[in-house]
């Protein structure tokens, strides 16, 4: 039975490495051929590619370690991690402060996995921080380390928050529409209607 997308996240939150191998190829041809159609060439679409990957695993995996510190809050016992006797606990709020010229508000998670519950000789301590801009609603920096996947960050830069100048708006000039074989078509086709 094939694992749905969900089932694959939930695995990837608890550290499964095979799971994010199977959805990495699950959905990356299709991320590519959405990133080559925007950005226009191979290169820079592999790069978005992976970039957009990466982000949308992270957020994914926050948002599962969100949902089980949920459950174990209500006493529920769902959840990959609670079902394998890791119990996600999380520190709390963290001062607010300013990133990139805007306040955020932060929360730091830190989950346990106790020696031997994954096959660790040692207690394996996985942390996440989250600053986000209540403002502007936007996630502007993520830190997550985890031993077995290694160290993650993401951080919003060079944020402005002032309109943009006019004149990108503009249309040059010397501005044309050319003809295109697309557009041929359509022209050839509506005619034979």
Known sequence: MTESDEELIAAVAAGDREAFGAL?????????????????????????????????????????????RSAAAAGGGSGVMIARGITPTTAGPLEHKTLEGVAVEGRKTTTIIPAGQVGNEQPLTITS?????PELNV????????????????????????????????????????????????EVSRKQQ
């Open 139 to 186: 996630l502007v920096m993520t830190r997550h380390s985890d031993p077995r996947m290694g160290d993650s960050s993401y951080r919003l830069q060079n944020i402005i928050r002032a309109e943009p100048d006019r004149s990108l708006f503009i249309v040059p000039a010397d501005y044309t529409v050319k003809d295109t074989g697309i557009k041929r078509m359509l």
């Open 24 to 68: 990495y190829r699950r959905r990356r041809a299709d991320v590519y051929r959405f990133a080559l159609h925007m950005m226009g060439t191979p290169s820079a679409a592999e790069d978005v590619a992976q970039d957009v990957f990466m982000v949308v695993i992270h957020e994914k995996m926050m948002l599962a370690e969100r949902k089980m």
């Open 129 to 133: 921080e989250e600053w986000r801009s």
